[in-house]
């Protein structure tokens, strides 16, 4: 009679704890872009120039250090803020200065950015500066898209070609 009565109650705790489990996991059902508007988004991880350019070391001075630190170049670890812009339609609707992660600020910039457009065929232009030039930019394009409702459009750079990527 005892053990009935202990499944019967591990029966019903078990449903309590499952049941908002079940619930939660159906409703209340997540959008992720609204049915009427695209959302676009810009996401990179970028490593800029260092704010002091590198030294090359003499091999005398390398010879000085001791074994496990030698090599060629001494770079200092601070790098430079991330410059961006983007255009929608020839209007700039963004600006980011973005400064480098980590604790010395040794770390790439990260940028992650969403907002919603209409649906429809626009104009887009992105400009990044990864350098420490004062004005223009080191790397700029534009693309004309078709921009579909509730579907997302993402745009991201690759370092090691230096192109924009937009999908």
Known sequence: MKRGYSLLLQAIAYTAFAAPIGYFSLSPAYRYASPDRAAVKLSLSHATQRVKPCKVLSPEDIAR?????????????????????????????????????????????????????????????????????????????????????????????????GEFVFR
């Open 65 to 161: 250090l001791a074994p496990n630190m030698r090599r060629e170049l001494q770079c200092e670890r601070e790098r430079l803020p991330l410059a961006m812009e983007l255009d929608v339609d020839g209007e700039t609707v963004m600006r980011i200065h973005e400064p480098p992660s980590g604790l010395w600020r040794d770390g790439p910039a990260l940028v992650y950015r969403r907002f919603e457009l209409p649906p429809g065929r626009h104009r887009l232009a992105v400009r990044l500066r990864d350098s420490a030039r004062q004005a223009g930019w080191d790397y700029s394009d534009d693309v004309d898209v078709r921009l579909e409702p509730g579907r997302y459009f993402t745009i991201t750079f690759r370092p090691a070609t």
